[in-house]
């Protein structure tokens, strides 16, 4: 878990969730209306397994589903507001298990071939369109 300046990232290695021990440490947040000074928390997962098949965009292997739903059962009390993901479909396999049990749809942010530009503009949309929520990356 990382703390700045109104800004809370936690990092998550799916290989490494467990339910319901990787939420420790989230703050639940109130899901219609946060307060204006609550801190923002970004829960930044990699995408779980993924199959082997061949081709640039794989869907997520068995094990890659259950990591997935073992994550949304993690943060289920953890009250993300957002989820979002990339163009693959393993990201969107990642994240649809807790988008899912929280009525959410899940927000596509396509990857370009720029990374750093990447990175800049969703931590602005995190900053401001997500502002005192808690968003699952």
């Known amino acids: ?11 998550l290695a799916p290989a490494l ?5 990787a939420a420790q440490g989230a703050v639940p947040v109130a899901k219609d209306a ?23 965009d794989p869907v997520l292997s068995a094990n890659g589903r259950r990591r997935a739903q073992a994550l949304a059962t993690a943060l289920g009390d953890a009250g993300v507001s957002a989820v979002i993901v990339t163009q693959f479909k393993r990201s969107h396999e ?12 899940p927000i596509e942010r ?28």
Request: zero cysteines; proline letters at 9%; charged letters at 15%.
């Open 17 to 21: 969730v467990a339910a319901p021990v």
């Open 110 to 137: 396509p990857v370009t071939t720029n990374a750093d530009a990447y990175a800049i503009a969703l931590a602005q949309e995190l900053r401001t369109a997500h502002a005192g929520r808690t968003v699952l990356v």
């Open 94 to 105: 990642t994240g649809a298990p807790l988008a899912q049990a929280r009525g959410l749809t």
């Open 34 to 56: 946060p307060a204006v000074d609550a801190p923002s928390i970004v829960i930044v997962t990699r995408h779980a397994e993924k199959a082997q098949d061949p081709g640039p």
């Open 1 to 11: 878990l990382v703390r700045g300046a109104a800004l809370v990232v936690a990092v």
